[in-house]
């Protein structure tokens, strides 16, 4: 017996920054095993059961009405290594597209693993949400078993797959230190990209009264995560290498 597909709880059509670099559309599935207070899709997380599940045949009728447009599918959450029947949705939807990114807390390695085994992925974005110590559960709201993120980080890190980390920046919980903290952990070679935090449908409804960091701090704690990783940039802004590249071309 086959596992069930996942039900498709969420559904964007296009975009150019859920891929940076392709035009790619969303899927996302429910449920997620992390209570991140500042999580702005709470009603994913904790009530997708109330909404509505998007046919499956809408998804792919789109993809096939736009192919050579489209570039790729992110599949996200949630937590969407949490359903058994991802692989049998992923294949379905790499009828339709040439690549498939797959959003992730990292905390089912495993389940990483075979998906880039199989080769049912092309490219992995990994949430890194705090310093790899006992704080974490701030960030995450529940316990974590830290040795199953630390598995996904060095899988990730030895894979050759396109992979990036990235760290939703967030005042209350955060501060230099913990980014920081979070490229040590990740070391040289990685990628780390910060996203400013949005204080909109936060699962904890204090956060919605959180002020976030402005441009400039996260700007300024980028600078001092370069010290230990390849290169870390803010969401929505160019790399120092895509800046060097920019310049080299205009020139």
């Not at 009728?61 to 937590?79: A, K, M, P, T």
């Not at 959003?103 to 705090?130: E, F, Q, S």
């Not at 529940?142 to 005042?171: K, M, Y």
């Not at 936060?202 to 300024?220: A, I, M, Y």
Request: hydrophobic fraction near 40%; charge should be negative; glycine fraction near 8%.
């Amino acid at each position: 017996m086959t596992d069930a597909l996942p039900p498709i709880k969420g559904f964007l059509p296009s975009s150019m920054i859920e891929w940076e670099g392709r035009l790619s559309a969303s899927v996302f599935l429910p449920g997620c095993n992390f209570r991140c207070p500042f999580c702005h899709a709470s009603a994913l997380v904790l009530h997708a059961d109330e909404l509505s599940t998007i046919p499956l045949d809408d998804v792919t009728g789109h993809l096939r009405d736009n192919q050579g447009w489209i570039d790729g599918v992110v599949v996200s959450g949630g937590e969407a290594t949490l359903h058994p029947g991802l692989p049998a949705l992923i294949r379905t939807l790499r009828q339709y597209v040439p690549g498939v990114k797959l959003d992730t807390n990292g905390t089912r390695p495993d389940a990483i693993a075979a998906l880039i085994r199989d080769g049912l992925i092309d490219a992995v974005a990994m949430d890194v949400k705090a310093p790899l110590d006992l704080t974490y559960h701030r960030a995450t709201g529940t316990r974590v078993d830290l040795q199953a993120v630390r598995a996904s980080i060095d899988l990730l890190r030895t894979s050759g797959i396109e992979h990036e980390f990235r760290t939703t920046v967030v005042p209350e919980i955060h501060e230099m230190a913990d980014v920081v903290g979070i490229a040590r952990a990740l070391g040289d070679g990685e990628t780390l990209v910060l996203q400013q935090f949005a204080p909109l449908e936060c699962l904890d409804p204090t956060f919605l009264d959180v002020q976030p960091f402005s441009r400039e701090t996260l700007r300024e704690m980028a600078a001092a995560a370069r010290e230990f990783v390849a290169e870390c940039h803010l969401r929505g802004e160019a790399s120092r290498e895509a800046e060097v590249n920019t310049g080299q071309a205009r020139s």
